[in-house]
């Protein structure tokens, strides 16, 4: 069955970077975008970009631009966002996401199957 | 960027109430649409796509309607497993965006 892992929660300090891994199992790696949604404490989601896992090419939110790397590696079927700079405001949920839609065609830009969500905390 | 407004953003109702929840944006989606349910500590849940298209293995008490501006999901007959949040998301035009999210619990 198609699983989204993701790595343990962190705990950053203010101005320093993040980094959570997202590895996929269940379906071909390669075939189907991926996103990632963050979920501030008891706040609403919100949409950071798309990475396509075959090419690696990305499409970011134009809020995080500049601040976001979305990355993968083919050979353990991981995804990776690194978010700098960070604040208290970076505080969140952070999701991956598979999109509905093979990378054979244009993304359908909803989700299917979901991460377990990594918590990452900013605090000096 | 555009908004998504939900109402309301919080309700309590009882087992086989028919729930509505609204969500209305701030410009022309089409239907590209979707309303997923959240439950604490969980991620969220696919429900509906395309305004009103069940996803598989969704039960049929779900359902969702409207286009444009306008749309509506509701729950025919509440279960006790329905507690959650709910939110609709537009991917029309990116970024994508959500509601805020409806608070389902029971009276």
């Known amino acids: 069955q198609v699983q989204l892992v993701q790595s343990g929660a962190e705990v950053k300090k203010p101005g320093t970077s993040m980094n959570v891994s997202c590895k996929a199992s269940?379906?071909?790696?390669?075939?189907?975008?991926l996103h990632w949604v963050r979920q501030a404490p008891g706040q609403g989601l919100e949409w950071l970009g798309i990475i396509n896992p075959f090419s690696g090419g990305t499409t970011y939110s134009q809020k995080f631009q500049g601040r976001v790397t979305m990355t993968k590696d083919t050979s353990t079927s991981t995804i990776f966002i690194q978010l700098s700079s960070l604040t208290s405001e970076d505080t969140a949920v952070y999701f991956c996401?598979?999109?509905?839609?093979?990378?054979?065609?244009?993304?359908?830009?909803?989700?299917?199957?979901w991460g377990q969500g990594t918590l990452v905390t900013v605090s000096s | 960027d555009i908004q998504m407004t939900q109402s309301p953003s919080s309700l309590s109702a009882s087992v086989g109430d028919k729930v509505t929840i609204t969500c209305q944006a701030s410009?022309?989606?089409?239907?590209?649409l979707t309303w997923y349910q959240q439950k604490p500590g969980k991620a969220p849940k696919l429900l509906i796509y395309d305004a009103s298209n069940l996803e598989t293995g969704v039960p049929f008490r779900f359902s969702g309607s409207g286009s444009g501006t306008a749309f509506t999901f509701t729950i025919s007959s509440l279960q006790p497993e329905d507690v959650g949040t709910f939110f609709c998301?537009?991917?029309?035009?990116?970024?994508?965006?959500f509601g805020g999210g409806t608070r389902v619990d029971f009276k």
């Open positions: 269940g379906y071909s790696f390669t075939r189907y975008y």
């Open positions: 998301q537009q991917y029309d035009h990116l970024p994508l965006t």
């Open positions: 996401a598979r999109d509905r839609a093979g990378i054979d065609a244009w993304p359908k830009y909803f989700f299917d199957y």
């Open positions: 410009q022309d989606v089409s239907n590209h």
